[in-house]
């Protein structure tokens, strides 16, 4: 084993643990994490194949941690279909080499999500509204995913606000998540990004993510949720900021 291939080995296992430990604080953001900090040390398309096993696995993990995914699935199921149309339509602008303009929308998503959470952006959905809006922000979330691999923006937002109880919103962000990451999964393969062979590093990221995941849910309850979500934005902004300088400087 070379000495750089045990720094990079070393680099993605630290970065999956720091995002299974922000997931299980917070009920997201490992594909964030993971997209902002290796998005700076490779292509996007090779971020995004290396993080589909631990996003799914933590993201079912989620979802299943609930009474209420038949609910959710009958009433979200028209965001999902949204999802995977949109990244299925976008997949081909991250594996196609879309080079520094893929670096450049990764960045941008993460500004957007890191500014909309740091000035604490909030929105009601009325129910009326649901039918026209909830495929309308899945085809969004798919274009956005397809072409950064991050799955946030607007999902985010959008189940935030819907009336929806604490414990449906993370299970209702784990369906949206583990939708994107099979819809990604699926994109990739398509576009000849992602092959059997890149199932073992994928699936060597997945051990950190559940541990970083189990110490984060396990410290959830001894840290301000407030404070530790307000530094989280703080750095993906500092992340997407050096990733759009990266790509136009």
Same mark, same amino acid.
């Given at each position: 084993m070379t !000495? !750089?291939?045990?720094?990079h080995a070393s680099v993605v296992a630290a970065t999956f643990l720091l995002a299974g430990f922000v997931k299980g604080v917070t009920g997201m953001g490992l594909p964030t994490v993971a997209m902002g900090v290796l998005g700076t040390l490779m292509l996007p398309a090779q971020a995004a194949a290396m993080l589909l096993l631990p996003s799914f696995v933590t993201n079912v993990w989620q979802l299943f941690a609930g009474p209420s995914v038949r609910e959710l699935?009958?009433?979200?199921?028209?965001?999902?279909?949204?999802?995977?149309?949109?990244?299925?339509?976008?997949?081909s602008f991250i594996a196609g080499g879309g080079g520094?303009?893929?670096? =450049?929308?990764?960045?941008?998503?993460?500004?957007? @999500?890191? =500014?909309?959470?740091?000035?604490?952006?909030?929105?009601s959905v009325p129910a009326r509204h649901e039918r026209w809006l909830s495929p309308a922000v899945g085809v969004v979330t798919g274009a956005i995913t397809g072409g950064t691999g991050v799955f946030v923006v607007p999902a985010?937002? @959008?189940?935030?606000?819907?009336?929806?109880?604490?414990?449906?919103?993370?299970? =209702?962000?784990g369906l949206s998540f583990t939708v994107s990451t099979i819809a990604l999964a699926i994109g990739l393969t398509r576009e000849h990004a992602f092959a059997v062979d890149d199932l073992g590093? !994928?699936?060597g990221a997945v051990v950190p993510a559940l541990l970083g995941m189990w110490i984060g849910?396990?410290?959830?309850?001894?840290? !301000?949720?407030?404070?530790?979500?307000?530094?989280?934005?703080?750095?993906?902004?500092?992340?997407?900021?050096?990733?759009?300088?990266? =790509?136009?400087v």
């Open positions: !000495s !750089s291939f045990a720094l699935v009958k009433r979200l199921w028209p965001m999902m279909v949204g999802i995977v149309a949109g990244t299925l339509a976008a997949a520094e303009w893929a670096v =450049a929308g990764l960045g941008a998503a993460l500004t957007l @999500y890191a =500014a909309a959470g740091l000035m604490a952006w909030r929105f985010v937002p @959008y189940l935030q606000g819907l009336t929806l109880k604490k414990e449906d919103l993370v299970q =209702a962000l590093t !994928s699936l849910q396990r410290v959830r309850g001894h840290i !301000s949720p407030a404070t530790f979500r307000r530094w989280f934005f703080i750095c993906l902004l500092g992340l997407g900021i050096q990733l759009l300088a990266r =790509a136009f």
